[in-house]
């Protein structure tokens, strides 16, 4: 059974600083990983997807990096203002499950002016 | 309308009653699904649709009810629920496969009195 884990479970930064947000899986044949955001009460917010072949992808000052082999993903926030404040969620897609998102259960991160 | 809409935002209900979410993409695409978030949990995923057919139940009691008329709107029929069953409901879409990116709505708050 896949299973995802994010940690840390909450983080609390400074405006401006670098910061990076952890995903592992327990089953390494996966489709990809995607990255969300989701604020308070709201839906998620696809953010950057990594098919399993590639090693990462960047969207403006985010950097989502994977690591297949090691069943281990990162998200890169560089230079965090405080409308980066939200909970983010990774989720992977299992060879053999063509529809199904498995998540974690998230980073609630909060980046104080 | 851009995107992943669903109505209504918020619904409160009691067990006896009999509801139903709407959800509508604006995207072209021809996969859409529930999926379901509980405080504490990570996301869930009920159905799937493809081409209007179902093609995923993840062992959802039958108390929920999904119906999709056509590629771009979905919906879920509510009835006899529990006060468990009180989440945040988010639906989502896709382009058919399994190496494409899901795009979600901003999700239905449910209350079950």
């Known amino acids: 059974k896949q299973e995802v884990t994010q940690i840390p479970a909450a983080l609390s930064v400074p405006e401006g600083e670098n910061l990076v947000l952890n995903c592992s899986f327990t089953?390494?044949?996966?489709?990809?990983l995607q990255w969300f955001r989701q604020d308070p009460g709201k839906g998620l917010t696809s953010l950057l997807l990594i098919q399993s072949s590639q090693r990462e992808q960047t969207s403006g000052r985010l950097n989502a990096s994977l690591d297949k082999s090691s069943g281990r993903s990162t998200l890169y926030i560089a230079a965090s203002q405080p409308g980066d404040s939200a909970t983010y969620l990774c989720a992977v897609r299992l060879v053999g499950s063509n529809y199904k998102l498995t998540f974690g259960k998230g980073t609630l991160l909060t980046v104080n002016p | 309308e851009t995107g992943v809409t669903q109505t209504p935002r918020h619904l409160v209900m009691g067990m006896t009653n009999k509801k139903s979410l709407k959800c509508e993409q604006h995207?072209?695409?021809?996969?859409m699904y529930w999926y379901k978030q509980s405080a504490k949990k990570p996301l869930e995923l009920m159905f799937v649709?493809?081409?209007?057919?179902?093609?995923e139940n993840n062992s959802v009691p039958s108390r929920f009810s999904p119906e999709c008329p056509n590629s771009s709107h979905l919906f879920l029929h509510l009835h006899t629920l529990q006060p468990e069953d009180s989440a945040l409901y988010l639906c989502a879409s896709s382009q058919e496969g399994a190496y494409n990116e899901q795009f979600f709505g901003p999700g239905t708050r449910l209350t079950v009195l």
């Open positions: 649709y493809s081409l209007e057919e179902r093609v």
């Open positions: 089953d390494s044949a996966i489709y990809n």
């Open positions: 995207l072209g695409h021809n996969a």
